[in-house]
Structure formats: structure tokens, C-alpha cells
């Protein structure tokens, strides 16, 4: 019987040497100088970057860090000894994969493999990790006893919100049930081989240096933070052989327990290495070793309904109907009604339901919420509409876009096959406003009508309370409200990390307007958002406040002292690393590059999305770069102390479009220019990327950053 030092040592070995012969290989092919570069991240190979501190950029560095992954592969017999040679082995898998990567860009491609994260696919995680979307993570190294097994567990932790990584034999048996996988819908391919398991562990040790501001090198940090904040186990099915029990080391010691029912050679750690016969329980065991607690909202409909469909895409040939508001009379409307008039938990369907329609139609519906409450206020209306988009994706085989009259509604065969009618999304609707909401809202109703002639009236009138609602916020901003809130809600993952959100600055993530914080806060007195007065300014050009430093002090725990609200340069606001965009100083024209995390490609700066984003990020102030949401850009406050929304010089072209009469109205107000979004430079009008032929670009459109001051840099 071996021990498990053994296993584990032997397992190492083994994983050591696969990557001494890939490395060598590769450098024998195409020499030590070729460059070593995985797609679209600023980590270079993220676990040797994290845990031995070298940035690897060429096949020789790759080459000459083998010896330092061997010497920490250490062999006394104590546990430390098996914890090192564990992340030893996950570096010594991240640079087998690596070497796959030097030759093409894309060596899984045509497989059903996902390999390497892009570092967007990092930042996406950050906000659904933070709101408890994603409770945790699985890794799961298959096969599964049986392929209904595998779909069984798959689907189990999918709809308990956890994200699924699968390794090994586990995918040939999803890819044959059919089950779709994708980053998306949170179930993820990872590989075949057991080395893939270092794109998960590069994945975990980038979110760590974005979000906790972990300094690479500083292994204890990155233990500690793993440890503490990001919730993974991993389910091993038998057999488990020694290379596998290897990488279990390093889950351990990073802090994520392992599930297997595989008893040969193998020792049981109490709440580490749980060896658990009954691999259908698996579920529950995990969860409840790593400590998850799962928000659990009971909805009385006949499929699943968990976050982990929200990415979920419905398709035209896969959609029972359509509820179509780009050709048809639809909406959906949230509002405040007297309790009198309200009986909670009615839910009506006027017209035909789902079974009266034929397949494949595009529909006239309309939804709208009535809810009352003694501390419900009109304001908190758009904030629960917007959760609708959420909500509805939420349910498994329904697809939802847009907002208010322009919404887009899917619904496919399999849920009108397993039952799924109009009057379940009233129930979904009821449930989780009922549920998120309860502390101002006491009852609420859901009136569904269907058809042409009823929805083209009520369009009318929903549009009349959009207008008006537009109207009020339009008037809102920074000067006309009487406090600002702060917002924490990052601290779970960025743990020095403040917002201050206000009319005219949304959070970065894009997700958390002034009127959401101010909802929050009233909902959850003592939650993430909190009120911020604004009684002291002592700098309105930088919208520098007394009571704003007194807040990030205090929430930041001491880490912030001076936080400015519209400056760039001057004590600019943190960023916790999921930012919606991130803009920085472009030296030659003197105005401002942004980017945002769809667009892959280089900028002016000379980076990409990723490599501007890890300029900053982990809840610290890096002066000339800023991460923001997009809806900033347009904000009359927008870097009002350097010169405001004219320092706007280049931005990728499917952003400019999303916010081009935005940043046209900004542009006429302020500066009484007409069509500015012309005047900003794109991938398309500028497309060397040369900061010279941006300036040639700007100066030729008559751009006004021309006519600003320099940077006081
Ligand atoms: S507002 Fe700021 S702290 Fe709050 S969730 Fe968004 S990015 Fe995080």
C-alpha cells in the first residue's frame, strides 16, 4: 500500500516530466527565442507569474523555469512537502498546455475543449461572484459512473448557480447527452488530459492578482486569498490515479476540498480529502464541505431556474414563440399601486396562453408588475424592472433581451414541451420580487395580456410613465440630490475596494446606479451601500469632498485616504478589477484611449483590454488609468477636472455606437459641438493604431482635445 506522500510525489514526478519533455520539444522546434505568449492576458503564464514571480515571454524562459518548479517540488516527509510539490504540479501542468499555445493561438479549436481564460473571461466572473450568482466553483475530473450520472451532476450543480469546470472522460459523456456547454451557461470543457487543470488554476490566480491586488511572488497572499474568498472543490471519480492526487494537493492547499470514491491507496482528510462512496450525494457533501450557503428562491414552475442559464441563447428553430418588441406592441413595466388595489399573488393572463399559438409565432405580449408596500417608493421602479432581464433569463430555455418597450422574449419547444406557460413568467416575476424586495414590497400582482389590439393601448400609457420617469432622471445630478452612497459589494473579492456612486457617476461595474445604491441602502440599511454626505466640498473642479475621503477611509479600512469623483489624475477613484471600460492617457494627442472588455483588439496605447485593465484593478489608485462603466463616458462630470468628455480621442467602434447620441448630446451641451462621436478616432478610422495617424485623424476632424491644455503629468 502506498502512502500518501508517495502518491502524491510520484504523481508530481510524472506531471514534471511531461512538462520537461514538452518544453523541450517546443524549444528543440522552433528555438529557445521564440516568443511564449497566451491569448489575450496581461499574466503571461498566470501560475508561474503568481507563485515563482517571472513574467515568461519567450520558450527559453519557459525553459529555464523548469528548474524552479522542480526545486519546489520538495520530498521530506512533512505536509508542506505535499502541499508544494501540489502547486508545483499545477504550474508543471500550466506549461504543458503552454506549449500548445506557441505555434497557434487556438490549438483546441474544432475540439470540443475550451484550454486557455482570456482575461476578460477573469473580469466577467467578478460581479456574479460578488451578488452570490456564482456561489462557487467545481472541478470536475470525470468519467462519471454513467453518462445520466454525469448530465445528473452537471445539471445539478448548474442549477445551484455553481460554475462547472470538467476535465477528462466526464465531457465525452456531456458532449454525447447533448448538454450544452459554454462559458456562458457556466459549464465549461476544459480538456481532455489532466495537465488542463492549470487553466483552471491560472484562471483562480489571475482572479486573485485583478481583484485581491495580489503581488506575484507572494504565494502565502495568494493561499490566503483562494483560501478565503473564492469557494471551489473539486469531485475526482475513480479511478484516481497519482498524477490526479498530485493536483489535489494543490487544490487542498489552496483551499478547496476533494470529493472522490475512490478508496485504493487513498487517506481521507477531514474536511480536505473526503472520500465519499455515494457519488450522487456529491452534490450536497461539496457543497457543504467547502461551506457554500446557496440562495434558494422556491418558484412554482416546470423547469429549472438558476443564474447558471442566463447566458443561455435560445435559437430561432429551437423557440416555441417569440415575444417580439421590435415588431410588436411589448413591454414591461414595474409600478407602484395603492395596497387597496393590489392582491398579492394574483397572476392573470389576458388572451390566449402559450398552447392557443402557433409554433414559431412572433407575439404581442406585455407584462406589468403592480406592487405595494408602505416603503415602496416610485424611485425603486426601474430599479426592479431592470432585474426583470435577469430574472426571466434566469429560467432555463428562456431567452431575454432589452428593456421596457424593446424587449425580446424567447421561449423554447423544451419548455412549452415540459409545460411552461405565459402565467410562469408572472410566476418568476412574483417570486423574486417578492423575494429580493421584501422589505418594500408587502404585495404584488402580475397582469399578462396577449394580442395586438389590447398591447398597441397600454404601449401608450407605458411609454407616458418611461417619458416621465426619463424626465425626472435626466434632472437628476451630482448638484440636485442631497447624498451619495458608497458601495462595497467588491470587498468580497477587492478588499480595499470603494465606489462612490452618484447621479452623474454610476459604479464601474456598470450594474449599480445612484438610484440602485439609494434602493439598495433602503432595502438593507446596513448592507453594501451606504450614504455618503456631501456638505464638505473643498474642490468642485475635481469634485474633491471631505465627506467622501471620511467614507473611503472608513470603508476602505485605511487603505484610501483621498478619493476625487471627476478626476483622472488627481486621487482618482479605485477599481476593483470588474470594470465595464477602462481609459488611459494617450501622450501624443493629450487626450484620453478607452476600451472595453468586448473589444479584443490593440489600442492607440499600444494594449489591449487586458493589458490597460492590469494597470490597475485590486482596489488601489493608479493615476492615469481608471476602470468606469460605460455609461460615464456621457456624464457631463465625466473627467470634468481635466478638461471633460473633449479629452475623448479613441474608442472601439461597437462602443462608440452604443453610446453615439449620448456622447453627442454631452458633446453639444458642454462644448456646443455637433456629431463629437465622428471626431473620436475607432479601430476603422485609425487603423494602424499609430498614435501619429490618430493625431492626423483628430486634427483633420477639428477634434477640441486640440485646443486643450496638456496634461500636467
Ligand atoms: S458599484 Fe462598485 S463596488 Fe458596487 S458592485 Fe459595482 S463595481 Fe462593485
Redesign the pocket.
Known sequence: MKTLFERVFNGSDQMFAKAEEEVNKIAAEVGRDAPMTMPSTAYCLACIYAYIGKKVTTVGELQDTLADVKAMMLREPRTNSIFQSGVGTAIAAEMIEACKYVKTDAPYEGTPYHGHFVDAEVRELG?PL?TGDIPGFVVIIGPAPSTEEAVETIKGYQSRGIFVFLIGGIIEQAVEAGVSMGFPVRVVPVGEEIWSVGHVISLVVRAAMIFGNVQPGDCDGFHKYTFDRINAFVNAYKPVPDITVACGAGAIKLGFPVITNDHDDMWAVPKSLIIYDDTKDWIDTSIEARGIKLKITKIDIPVAFSSAFEGEIIRKGDMQVEIDGSRKDCFELVTTKDASEVEDHKIVVEGPEIDEIPVGSKISLSYTVEVAGKTMQPDFEPVFERKIHQFLNCVEGVMHTGQRDMIRVRISKADYEAGFKFKHIGEVLYAKIKSEFDTVVDKCQVKIVVGDEPNAALRKHANEIFDKRDERLKSMTDESVPVFYS????QAFSPS?V?I?TPERL???G??SWLDAKATNELDPQGPCQVVTKERCLDERTGRYEDVDEAVAEYSHGALEHVTLYSLLEDPMTS?G?FECICGIEPVSMGVVITCREFAGMTPLGMTFSEMASMTGGGVQTPGFMGHGKHYIASHKFLKAEGGLARLVWLPSELKEQIRDKINETAKDLYGIENFADMVGDENSCPSGDPEELLNFLTEKGHPVLGLEPFEM
Open positions: 460581479v460578488v458601495c462595497i459589494m467588491c475596494h465606489c456612486v459604479g464601474l461595474c450594474a449599480v476593483c470588474c
